[in-house]
């Protein structure tokens, strides 16, 4: 009898694992099956100015912006392939006055919504997210 109810026991635990990672995909992540139309946004408090931004481009690899100095950066549109796993951004930044504190945010916009965000906060600002 033992044997019958340990049987059922691993069947049930297997049809439920089974169960749940076959449900569907509830979260926000974009479908990484096509084309991603990208775009990438930073911005910054009044009191701090943007200085480098580091960004996927559409063959996937890093580019790097330097000499920005300004309070608001985006990207054009760019057609990232389903073939890039992983799409990064960054900026870094400080304040004009070394003894404030800013606020820089980076949003990475897949079909212009923005997917991905993160904030650094700070006199010295470096903010970086990623999707995969």
């Known amino acids: 009898m033992s044997k019958k109810i340990l049987s059922a026991i691993v069947l049930l635990l297997a049809f439920s694992i089974v169960s ?5 995909d509830d979260d ?6 096509k084309e ?4 990438f946004k ?4 009044d009191n701090a100015a943007i200085s480098i931004i580091i960004h996927t481009n559409a063959q996937g690899d890093p580019q790097t912006l330097t000499n920005i100095n300004a309070k608001t950066w ?9 073939s890039v796993p992983a799409i990064n951004f960054g900026a870094n ?3 004009i ?3 404030d504190n800013g606020k820089l945010t980076v949003q990475i916009i897949i079909d212009g919504k923005v997917v991905k965000e993160n ?3 700070g006199n010295i600002l470096s903010a970086t997210t990623s999707i995969y």
Not at 28 to 33: A, E
Not at 36 to 39: E, F, I, L
Request: net charge positive.
């Open 28 to 33: 926000n992540t974009p479908d990484t099956k």
């Open 42 to 45: 930073a911005f910054t408090s």
């Open 97 to 99: 006055n070394p003894n």
């Open 20 to 24: 749940v990672s076959c449900s569907k």
């Open 119 to 121: 904030v650094s906060n």
């Open 93 to 95: 930044g400080g304040t």
């Open 74 to 82: 985006e990207s054009p549109e760019i057609t990232i392939p389903s």
């Open 36 to 39: 991603r139309k990208v775009k």
